[in-house]
């Protein structure tokens, strides 16, 4: 599954996706508003997850306007805003779930799985792809029912490219969404990884 995690505390977005991908989901942060509105209504996410104090744009702002575009991606809105009226306020604005800060991140998951089930009317955490199956639970990966023994950076490689079936992937954008800052762009990993598997 594809989140698009809004979060402007860039440590506390970070986590949530190292979380998010540690349950074998492709999550990308956006920080601010403006970000969040552009690529929530320009790109397919199967949930995304909104703070509301966002700078540039607020979060209700944001909410409202994805909205106003029809997009129906869920929106579990994560934020310390507690109130009943603030919960009440971001529910009758488009949002499907509400959490409060602070939070922990199981019931973060399972409230992201809820409404999964929700919009896809699937629970399966499966991806098939012909011969070819991923859990995103368990993190194993089939192969014409054989288990396929894939390291935590493969196994992040084939979920991206089996997320996005549908494009081709460029080996920059595979790069952005694998690796942290830190990475050595000019590194040949990623065709290493590959050509390993290629005929």
Known sequence: MKILVV???ITLGEQIIDGLESNGWIAELSS???D???RATSEPWDVIVLDLGLPKLDG???LKSIRDENVNTPVVILSARNE???RVEGLNAGADDYLTKPFQMVELIARLRAQLRRSTGNASPVIQVQELSLDT???NVLWQGQVVDLTALKFKVLSYLMHNTDKVI???ELVEH???QDFDRDSNTIEVFIGSYSP
């Open 32 to 34: 601010d508003g403006i």
């Open 7 to 9: 979060e402007d505390e």
């Open 137 to 139: 639970r368990t993190s």
């Open 36 to 38: 969040a509105l552009y």
């Open 170 to 172: 460029s080996r920059t």
């Open 84 to 86: 009943l009226t603030q």
């Open 178 to 180: 694998i690796y942290k």
């Open 60 to 62: 209700l702002t944001v």
